[in-house]
């Protein structure tokens, strides 16, 4: 028989931890298979010829003889036992043209493989019922793809998602295994921040709309635009190497094979934002309903032209310098004009809310041109959601001594109208039985109109009332266009080739961002102190990032001993991204008096901007005195540009019939660049190189249970944002974040063990080890007494921990429980990180975990699924370990901050009334907990924030055409 060796060399060095050992250990322990007496085997896989999924179920039978058998969950079948010479193999299937394939050579002692696709057969019958289970059929086809896929994946598919009340990417990632959603936007997988895991839209990339961070905000894609979303827990060289937590890939949903339309309405009441008269909010645009700005937040044109330097029309007030007197009015009216450009609302106002409501369509269906399969899908969306809190705290604490003093507490009000609205569009054509071509098309727009108001004990104005707001408007859009295609060459190896071109954007818009404080003395009179505080600003921010993603993955099938099907994969792989970040800064500034003392006219901050305080005097010594005037601040921007180039080359190989293994590696490089300009220049840049081994093997204890083994090489980069030297002021917390353009790409050591058994379709039971070292981790530091953070490398961090999945149907107890499944998992996480000595002196620990992290993290779900009556009722509960939210400082001293544990429980209901009609019903966080961080301190915990969310109760209502 043909004998295959491997000419990949393996890169790895394992470092010697006990999970390795254990793993090693259970892999010389396996047995080997012996090919049954008497005959041959024969063993394949079925697959739909319309979507190339698996197909369970089928009948195979050995013509001539009694010999048969049927495919399991993944599609697969085994025939021991055949006699030696030709055969002809018959394929049953209800739905399905019944198949036949002919000359199936058969040899003892040896395998023979045949794969076959079958074709669904349509009738013309006589109107009758049938019942059935897409969502069952879901669930079938992502365990089996798990079961066969060469990495330890998780995947969740729109049925699951539907009967979990998901709106959006972020709330699926939580019913994930080990992973958690941090602000309601990022993914943290196995304990492992935001930065760890990228995310992939159809398997390429998608850059990122935050400022400060590389990962994709999660909120940004519509639960309903999506099919299914696939974690991958390890590394394989075909998969970009930049991760470690996991790699998410979001696919979004494909043609159906007949026509198709749905149309759906939706509302749901808070019991804390739903028409609330005292919500808070100010007044906007008119199209603020749509998510878009109308021009009522836009820079003044004068100002945009970057030629007004107020500090010269100040000079050109005074006197002197041949300045008539005339000449110095007009100067100082000028001034006050071009402050007046601006609009006066700087705080918010109170309104009525409304009630949360969304709209979705979809048409699609698949069509024949010139002969040939044109299938096409198009959906919209709509989305409005108000979120509101009235009995919040805001805290910053910081140790005196032996004891902890508090400088700022300060009652919180916030409220927030999210609009979010989107399409989506996907276009398939089969050319040919062995090529087919496709175009995936995603837009995205989403916006956020924020309103805050603090107020409460401000260190050093113990005679005041401090008072603190932020209106803040951000527009985030998503544009993806990718084209596509799979061709099959059989006349050359039966070489299979993939690829993608894609080009994506994103968009962060923040008009208008205006920041007011001030302190108000019990006599009424307001006052802004420059001394105490930062003067009233206005922020215009602007980010945009492109990118450029090419694909090509190419596979070979062979057979090496005994028959064994192989598969050698090769490709390459591209990736462009470009970013551009524009800031412009605006403060009132006075020139009558340091505290502004009185400047409000009646006690009034609203008035803060009126006629009357925009006023200017003559001093009698030739000059004026402004009441006052806004100037532009010193601006920092950068642009940013990062080249990924990647070659890869992995090996799938049979040890023999049930063991597998592969292997291989993925040569990439990093070129990334960054280049500062305004008030801080400079340039930042990073060239290298990484070769990223990695090897897996997996081990078929049955024909429904694997033992898998991982180990791989991956990296993290810096981003854009951690080296550029741009200062960002927290307008909460004080501090002032920038970036470090010495910071190296972090290296991660992964290895991973795996044990999973899929009793039943649908079911599944796993239980997973992993263990990670990341050298040159990146993480926040405070580096002076002005409350200045950067970015640092830490020495090194490692991570270590257990999974536990189980999702199972409760007819093993009893028939009459046949329509009730339960699900859940749980993740155990330990991370340790040295720490700075300040945090040392603190804690007297010598490490610590990551931020971000928690230690634990728990979902669990039962569900009852009535195909007869339509009836689908299911409870979701969640649950986080405290995580790390804030790591403390050592000037002024302040203790590390954690985000407190939050259970959610949610529960929806779904009836069908129709064929065509459906009810829903969906009432989330029932239990409505307090969302606590807290910094501890001698036993005792102080509030850092502190706020409720209130419960949401819906309906919604679809037809199906």
Known sequence: MPFFKSKIPIFWGLRRKPVIYLACLMAGCMPCDAQEDGGGTIQGSITDSWEGNPLPGVNVTVRGT???????????????????????????????????????????????????????????????????????????????????????????????????????????MTKVTGASVVGGKYVFIRGLGERYSNTTLNGAEVPSADPDKRAVQMDIFPANAIKSVVTSKTFTPDRPGGFSGGSVDIITKTFPEQFTAQ????????????????????????LDWLGLDDGTRELPAEWEAGDINSQEIINDTRSGGGRSTESRTAAADELI????????????????????????????????????????????????????????????????????????????????????????????????ENHELGLNFLFNHNSEDEARLQSGFLQGFEDSTFETSVL?????????????????????????????????STSQDEPDLRFFSFDRTDNGRINVALSGYDAPTRYFRELLEDNQNLKLDNAIPFNVWSGL???????????????????????????????????????????????????????????????KYIQELPYNNYTGDQSIHALYSMVDIPLIERWKIITGARYETTDLSVDNYGERTGNATINESAILPAASTVYELKDDMNLRMAFGKTLA????????LVPVFDFIGGDILIGNPDLDITSIHNYDLRWEWFPKPAEVLAASLFYKTLSSPIEKQFVTANRQVQYQNRDE?????????????????????????????????????????????????????????????????????????????????????????????????????????????????????????????????????????????????????????????????????
């Open 66 to 172: 009694t010999l048969g058998g049927s495919s399991d969950i993944s599609g697969r079948f085994r025939l021991p036992g055949v006699p030696q010479g030709n055969h002809i193999l018959i394929f049953n299937k209800s739905g399905y043209t019944r198949a036949t394939v002919a000359d199936v050579r058969v040899i003892a002692a040896q395998l023979s493989n045949v794969n076959l696709e079958m074709k669904p057969e349509f009738y013309e019958l006589e109107p009758f019922e049938v019942i059935s289970d897409p969502q069952m059929d879901q669930s079938i086809a992502l365990l089996s793809e798990r079961q066969d896929a060469s990495a330890m994946t998780d995947a969740i598919g729109s049925d699951f998602f539907s009967r979990a009340g998901a709106g959006n990417a972020a709330d699926i």
């Open 263 to 286: 149309l759906g309405f939706g509302t749901s009441y808070n019991t804390q934002s739903s028409l609330k008269e005292d919500f808070l909010s100010y007044p906007g645009g008119d």
């Open 337 to 432: 004009r071009l402050t007046s450009l601006f609009g006066p609302l700087m705080r918010p106002t109170r309104e009525t809310s409304g009630l949360d409501h969304n709209f979705n369509a979809s048409v699609g269906d698949t069509k024949k041109l010139f002969g040939r399969d044109l299938g096409f899908l198009f959906g919209i969306s709509y989305d409005r959601d108000y979120s509101f809190y009235g009995n919040g705290t805001t805290g910053r604490h910081k140790l005196s001594g032996d004891s902890i003093e508090t400088d700022l507490l300060l009652t919180d009000v916030r409220g927030v109208e999210e609009v979010n609205w989107g399409s989506l569009a996907t276009l398939a054509y089969k050319v040919s």
């Open 472 to 504: 803040h408007y951000t527009i985030r859009e998503l544009r993806s266009l990718q084209f596509k295609g799979t061709h099959e060459f059989p006349q050359l190896l039966d070489l299979k080739t993939d690829w993608i071109a894609a080009v994506s």
């Open 565 to 627: 099907e192989s598969q050698l994969k090769f490709g390459a792989y591209y990736s462009g991204t470009q970013r551009t970040y524009e800031e412009r800064r605006y403060a009132y500034n006075t020139s009558s008096n340091p505290r502004w003392q009185d400047l409000v006219n009646g006690g009034d901050p609203n008035a803060f901007l009126s006629d009357d305080n925009l006023t200017y005097q003559a001093t009698g010594r030739g000059t004026y005195r402004f009441n």
């Open 717 to 724: 980069r810096p981003t854009f944002r951690e080296i550029a």
């Open 797 to 961: 961090a490692i991570v270590y921990g257990l999974e536990l999945e189980a999702r199972k149907s409760l007819e093993t107890i009893s028939e009459n429980l046949s329509d009730f499944t339960v699900g859940g998992n749980f993740t155990y996480v330990v991370s340790e990180v040295n720490v700075t000595p300040f945090e040392y002196e603190f804690g007297r620990n010598e490490t610590r975990q990551l931020a971000g992290q928690s230690p634990y993290i728990m979902n669990f779900d039962i569900s009852y699924n009535n195909d007869r009556t339509g009836t689908i009722v299911s409870l979701f509960y969640n649950i986080f370990g405290p995580r790390l939210a804030v790591v403390g400082s050592s000037s002024p001293a302040r203790p590390n901050a954690f985000e407190q544990p939050v259970g959610t429980l949610d529960l929806t209901i779904s009836q069908s009334l129709s064929d065509h009609w459906k009810l829903k019903f969906s009432a989330k966080n029932l239990l409505d907990p307090t969302v606590d961080v807290t910094q501890e301190f001698g036993g005792q915990e102080y509030i850092y924030s502190s706020y409720k969310r209130g419960r949401s109760f819906g309906m919604s209502l679809s037809y199906d055409f």
